[in-house]
């Protein structure tokens, strides 16, 4: 099965998602919004973009996003960044605003661990793809940082020895956002490894 | 293009104003206010010592919030905590800086501290949002360094219609420049006093080169949607949401609408038993020397 044929769902309750859209666009999958249960009809993938974690918290609970959520992550990809990562993550650490992580990846986050926005930051990083090394750039915008990795995680790149790209079964997790770049190495990764591979028995 | 454009510095800016997009940020002015906007789906608050609303009532001279205020609010929190700075004032926005605020809103709502200068944005880490009415004011203070765009609107009335006005003025100047020819995109640029660089950019993309959002009047869930149906990629809402009968209602359905603009039968449906929304004053019985937008 071809790219062209797969449909990626993109939580838009909140955040960066057109910035997700315009690049599994620019590689040939279709997208649809998802903001009520019924958008995830024939759904292939689902991302989880940027934006506010405690909004989109709120948000899918106003709209009963919570059990397609889990229900669709029990056997197809998603790929999470910054606070799609966090709703991600086992566990969430100084998580004041109550929010309610899946825990579909086995990892513990600390949320704004990096500081507030004048500690933002941008890097280049190496993902280590199964052996395949790869350079990209990323933002970390009021990032979470992964505090704890289970030993079914496997962690694909890492920045100051936090790890910062993470993946178990078919859940890919950034604490950045690759969504911000012209350059789609991680999607095209996301695509590849999670999307396309699981279309074959 | 100004080579700041391109800085790791100026992208993680704006890239802070891409994670607001979709959402609604409202004015705050106590702690027990930034928990309700924040339990309302409130992307972000904005730390305030007055709403606009009752600066306009109250009148006197309009400054930078009490720290204690800020610091208060910034405590009981997760979301983003943005504050406002008189126009031209940077020790303000400094002091701001220092707080480690989110985002700093040089703002017309306060009494502009400098009538010829604004903020040379580019000397702070922390990003800013300017309002605007026109393409050549967005662009201006796009080239002083601004990582987010507002539209002015009239703040503190309640009435959409001027940022409605604003939204579209932007938006048609825009299209404007995607059609026209190289050399009369040299005249834009000199009759809106920008570089040819950032006209151009514009002119390429048919869009600005930072977020775009609206500001000044939105009072209900509907004018969040028209705003987001206009082009504006989120929503500020100063006095209305804390000047309705029931501010966890009102600012929940006005969060609602923001992210379902395009889902009318969604919109009413959460538009139901929200009580008043603020009271209001049409925006042009204001006379011209009381108007804030003209800041």
Known sequence: MNVQDKTVGVLALQGDYGLHEAQIQRLGAQFREVRLPRDFEGLDALVMPGGESTTMNILMDRFGLREPISEFGRTKPIYGTCAGMILLARNIERNQSGVKPFGMIDIDVARNDYGRQIYSFDEELIADFHGEKKAFRASFIRAPRVTRVGNDVRVLATFRESPVLVEQDHILAASFHSELEEDTTLLEYFFRHFLLDTATP | ?295
């Open chain 2, 1 to 295: 293009m100004d080579t700041r454009f391109e800085s790791k510095e100026h992208k993680v800016k704006v890239g802070l104003a891409e994670m607001l997009k979709g959402g609604v940020i409202m004015d705050v002015t106590t702690p027990e206010q930034a928990k309700i906007a924040e339990q309302a789906g409130a992307a972000a608050v904005m730390a305030l010592e007055r709403v606009p609303s009752d600066i306009r009532a109250e009148g006197g001279v309009a400054r930078m919030a009490d720290l204690d205020i800020i610091e208060n609010i910034k405590r009981v929190v997760t979301i983003p905590v943005m504050a406002k700075c008189r126009i031209g004032h940077f020790i303000e926005a400094r002091v701001l800086e220092t707080l480690e605020i989110d985002f700093i809103d040089e703002s017309e709502v306060l009494t502009p501290a400098d009538n010829a200068y604004h903020v040379n944005k580019w000397d702070f880490k922390v990003p800013f949002v300017c309002g605007c009415r026109t393409l050549g004011e967005a662009l201006r203070r796009i080239a002083e360094g601004a990582a987010m765009i507002r539209t002015k609107g009239e703040a503190g009335t309640g009435d959409v219609s001027q940022a409605v006005k604003h939204l579209r003025e932007i938006n048609s100047a825009m299209k404007s420049l995607t059609v026209i020819s190289e050399t009369e995109l040299y005249g834009v640029a000199k009759e809106h006093r920008v570089s040819i660089e950032i006209v151009r950019e514009v002119a390429k993309k048919g869009k600005l080169p930072v977020p775009n959002f609206a500001a000044g009047g939105v009072a209900t869930p509907a004018d969040a949607a028209l705003c987001m149906h206009l082009g504006a990629e989120a929503v500020f809402v100063g006095s209305g949401i804390f000047k309705s009968d029931n501010p966890e209602k009102y600012g929940a359905a006005i969060v609602n609408a923001t992210t379902h603009w395009r889902d009318y039968a969604v919109i009413a449906e959460h538009s139901h038993g929200l009580g008043g929304a603020m009271k209001g004053i049409q925006a042009e019985s204001i006379p011209a020397e009381e108007q804030l937008q003209v800041r």
